[in-house]
């Protein structure tokens, strides 16, 4: 390369970004390696010292993560072979399955309560947007404000008033009652952020469907709405991590019916004494839907967050 | 194919007011221009046509039915925007069959009407590609394209050459007016570019500050200018405008300008004060005799004609003449003026006075 471009970085500053960018996504992935293996580590290898790399996998936490066991006679074990791969597990302490756990039924809720109050943040959010967006509203500005202004405090500083309000209506650990707890959280991100996509189509590809014949509702679901994918896309994505990582308000709000996965998967610490394996599954599998939604809508966010910048 | 009447048609914007009450009418197959200079209403009024504002007051007749207040949907006017806005979801072939699958019709239909669309604009080939990468001529037959595939009742086009580079725009141009003349459908057509409007309208309509200043055919606009502003704006140069105090008498055919006798076309309105003398550079002639001189300060070759700038008793003046007369700067020759061709202002009100010449231009004004 002889010539010199002011545009194109040179290759020394290409490997040297390059080299930065892999040292990073490795400190940012150890922790995340981390659980992943320590799920499939037997509770001695978990805590060992110096910790393994290198280690036997067996899927024992994966099991007990699932199941409930209880400690039987050794009269009972010897009359009762095990008969699958996860009894033979168990039985090595002694122990036989009683029953599936509840972290199945936990996760659930996570997925209902999650995807739920995403997809509602999204709804009222998108429609809300398109209104400030293109409509004259008296006061926009100040209610636009004032929609923003809910996020000035930090949720959980409202979180005694709102448990005593849940209580009232009937809505503590109720799937509905965290949908709406979440979704009240997320829209005013959501609003905005939305806005701002909405404000970079331009008008005329509406009235161009007007022209063409369509209702005004209908320019809006076949023409704003594809244009406004990346952003909804992106949108989404925030509301999703919010909803699905919530802790505090899931610990307080909920008990059983509509608790999620995060306030359950600690308690598993305190079942069988500190079962690291069984935690670190919980987690692995808690953290893929977000992983596979994240990567599926992965070409959007890369574009979505640069806020339309680099649009057409 | 449809009349287009618009009567008393008035747009406020809050305090803004966009289009004051403004008459005119599109006669069916007309090529019909909007012309002004920017923020003078033109696109207001054609937003207005095709349903995209609603007026303020004043009534919008198509084909004698009253549509001022109708969602464009139920108008059947179509609209070429002037940056095309082609749904940039789509390829072109959805592009083109939108207005179509809208109205509901059979999918074999749409094809067929389509693939017709593409044929006469020539662009079969591109049915399958996104309309992103497209050329801007390209752009410009698929908006076409998305105008024509539902036998509108009236097109409005606003500035749709604009986007385009000066080179193609002249054949663009050309191709737009061939195809008006093969489909003979009325089209409202939205530019500031006054030989845009010349080259292409069956007539047009010049406003200024959202006011209707003149509406004619092009040579009547050219030839009998209602108001200064018209006749600055048309022509390139524009009319030569000379001030001089004096009085008209109604029924004159010639006035008097710094102690000089010019002719003029006979004057129905007399008037007194502070006039204007209007000139178009091509109705000047320069001689070495005649008593009423001016100065050569530049010329400005053109091939077969030549403009010369000149400095009167009464301003600066531009005479367009034949390449062969020859002009010498700080030379000082007579000048004259084709009487039957001169238009008189009255400067306090930029109207111009009524004569022979204009006598039934002005009445639409």
Redesign the interface.
């Given at each position: 390369m002889s010539s010199f471009s002011v545009t194109e970085p040179s290759n020394r500053s290409k490997w040297f970004a390059g080299t930065l960018v892999i040292l990073y996504a490795l400190i940012t992935m150890v922790p995340l390696a981390w659980i992943m293996l320590t799920g499939f580590k037997s509770p001695a290898d978990a805590i060992s010292y110096p910790p393994k790399v290198v280690f036997e996998p067996t899927l024992e936490g994966y099991v007990n993560l699932f199941t409930t066991r209880t400690r039987q006679t050794p009269e009972f074990l010897a009359a009762n072979p095990p008969e699958t791969w996860y009894e033979e597990i168990v039985r090595e302490y002694d122990m036989v399955i009683a029953g599936p756990s509840k972290f199945g039924e936990r996760f659930l809720n996570s997925v209902i309560i999650g995807f739920g109050s995403t997809f509602l943040s999204i709804f009222l959010g998108t429609l809300a947007a398109y209104a400030f967006s293109r409509f004259k509203i008296p006061l926009a500005d100040d209610l636009l404000f004032f929609i923003l202004s809910t996020r000035m405090m930090p949720p959980i500083a409202v979180a005694i008033p709102i448990f005593l309000m849940y209580r009232q209506l009937g809505l503590s650990d109720t799937h509905l009652g965290m949908i709406l707890l979440y979704t009240g959280v997320n829209i005013s991100l959501a609003v905005w952020l939305l806005k701002g996509f909405i404000d970079e189509i331009p008008l005329e590809y509406e009235e161009a469907a007007l022209i063409d014949g369509y209702t005004r509702f209908q320019a809006f679901y076949k023409v704003v709405l594809p244009q406004a994918a990346t952003g909804i896309a992106s949108t989404a994505i925030f509301c999703l991590i919010f909803a699905w990582n919530e802790y505090a308000f899931a610990v307080l709000l909920t008990s059983g019916t509509a608790q999620t996965a995060p306030p359950f998967i600690p308690t598993i610490i305190g079942v069988g004494g500190l079962d690291w394996p069984a935690v670190a599954a919980g987690a692995t599998i808690f953290l893929l839907p977000v992983m596979i939604f994240t990567i599926l809508l992965r070409k959007h966010l890369l574009r979505g967050i640069t806020f339309g910048a680099v649009r057409k | 194919m449809a009349q287009i009447e618009i009567k008393n048609i008035r747009k406020d914007f809050g305090a803004f007011n966009a289009v004051k009450e403004s008459s005119f009418t599109i006669e069916d197959g007309e090529f019909f221009m909007l012309l002004g200079p920017s923020g003078c209403g033109k696109t207001t009024t054609l937003r207005m046509i095709?349903?995209?504002e609603l007026p303020t007051s004043g009534e919008i007749y198509l084909d004698g039915e009253e549509i001022s207040q109708l969602?464009?949907?139920q108008r059947d006017?179509?609209?070429v925007?002037q940056?095309f806005?082609?749904?940039?979801?789509l390829n072109v072939r959805k592009n083109l069959s939108?207005?179509l699958v809208?109205?509901g019709m059979p999918r074999a239909q749409v094809r067929a009407k389509v693939e017709e669309v593409a044929n006469i604009l020539g662009i079969t080939d591109i049915l399958n590609r996104g309309v992103g990468g497209l050329s801007g001529g390209d752009r410009q037959r698929v908006a076409l394209g998305?105008a024509i595939v539902?036998d509108p009742k009236a097109f409005m086009m606003d500035e749709p050459l604009g986007a385009l580079d000066a080179e193609f725009r002249e054949h663009m141009s050309e191709e737009l007016r061939a195809l008006h003349d093969r489909m003979k459908a009325t089209t409202v057509y939205v530019t500031h570019d006054q030989l845009e409007a010349m080259q292409m309208g069956d007539k047009i309509v010049v406003m200024n500050n959202a006011v209707v200043e003149q509406f004619g055919t092009p040579q009547e606009i050219y030839d009998k200018p209602a108001t200064m502003f018209v006749a600055d704006f048309i022509g390139s140069p524009s009319m030569n405008f000379l001030p001089f105090a004096g009085k008209v008498a109604e029924g004159a055919q010639a006035i008097e300008m710094h102690g000089t006798s010019f002719g003029v076309p006979r004057q129905q309105q007399g008037s007194d004060g502070r006039l204007v003398f209007g000139v178009r550079p091509e109705h000047v002639m320069l001689s070495d005799s005649g008593a009423y001189r001016g100065e050569v300060l530049a010329s400005e070759y053109l091939g077969t004609t030549q403009i010369i700038t000149l400095d009167t008793p009464n301003g600066e003046l531009k005479a367009r003449i034949d390449s062969g007369q020859v002009a010498t700067v700080g030379e000082k020759v007579g000048l004259g003026f084709d009487a039957r061709r001169i238009t008189l202002f009255d400067e306090s009100n930029g109207q111009a006075l009524r004569s022979d010449l204009n006598q039934g231009v002005l009445a639409h004004g």
């Open positions: - | 095709a349903g995209l969602p464009p949907s006017i179509a609209f925007f940056m806005a082609l749904y940039p979801h939108y207005p809208s109205q998305r539902r």
